[in-house]
């Protein structure tokens, strides 16, 4: 993670991170809920390891400071209007590569957690590249900088990390990737609930 990322997390947004198991070593998915555009900042600042975050391509082109930020963070462009293969290949590319990928399978920014329905793209890139996914629960980015925000906030933001979800415990079960995501959803709603 950039240091600048790494200093306005900890300072301007008093960034608080709790890790409920160590991160595994190795090449990893995360999965986070997507309530701001800082929470790919501030769960690479908590997962402390370089994270490739899967962006819709709807980013590029809006902003040249948001192009160079895209493009200093190695994010994966992810189309929502065609069948995203290259982001695929490129996400699963970059685990067998020993890299680290993060994702919002929310698909995008929501004013609360649980408004919109998970996608089981997080576990099926576990699945595909055979890393563990590790859920990531993100609390007061809306505060610092939700939806419909004009400016920076200082907020109190906690990350908190949960224990590695291993694609082997699912790979036999019918459905591996929505057995995945509700056992990623689940923990998710018992953290998302916490103040």
């Known amino acids: 993670m950039l240091p600048p990322a790494r200093l306005l997390a900890r300072l301007g947004w008093r960034l608080q991170v709790k890790y409920e198991a160590a991160l595994p070593a190795g090449p990893i998915v995360l999965a986070a809920n997507h ?4 929470d790919p900042p501030v769960v690479g600042v908590a997962a402390g390891k370089p994270i490739r975050f899967m962006a819709v391509d709807g980013l590029w082109g809006v902003h040249l400071w948001l192009d160079v930020v895209l493009r200093a963070f190695g994010s994966i462009p992810l189309s929502r209007t065609r069948a995203p293969l290259g982001a695929v290949r ?4 970059h685990l067998r590569s020993g890299g680290s990928v993060g994702i919002f399978p929310e698909g995008g920014i929501v004013a609360t957690w649980g ?8 576990a099926w890139l576990s699945l595909r590249g055979d890393v563990p996914l590790v859920p990531v629960a993100v609390t007061g980015t809306d505060d ?7 400016r920076l906030r200082r907020s109190h933001v906690t990350v908190t990390i949960g224990p590695a979800l291993d694609p082997g415990d699912y790979r036999d079960l019918e459905n591996p990737a929505k057995e995945m995501m509700a056992a990623w959803a689940a ?3 018992d953290h998302m609930e916490q103040p």
Request: net charge negative; hydrophobic share 45%; glycine share 12%.
């Open 187 to 189: 923990w998710m709603n």
């Open 90 to 93: 490129a996400a699963v590319g």
């Open 144 to 150: 610092a900088y939700g939806l419909g925000a004009t």
């Open 35 to 38: 309530l701001s555009h800082l």
């Open 115 to 122: 408004e919109s329905d998970s996608m089981p793209s997080a």
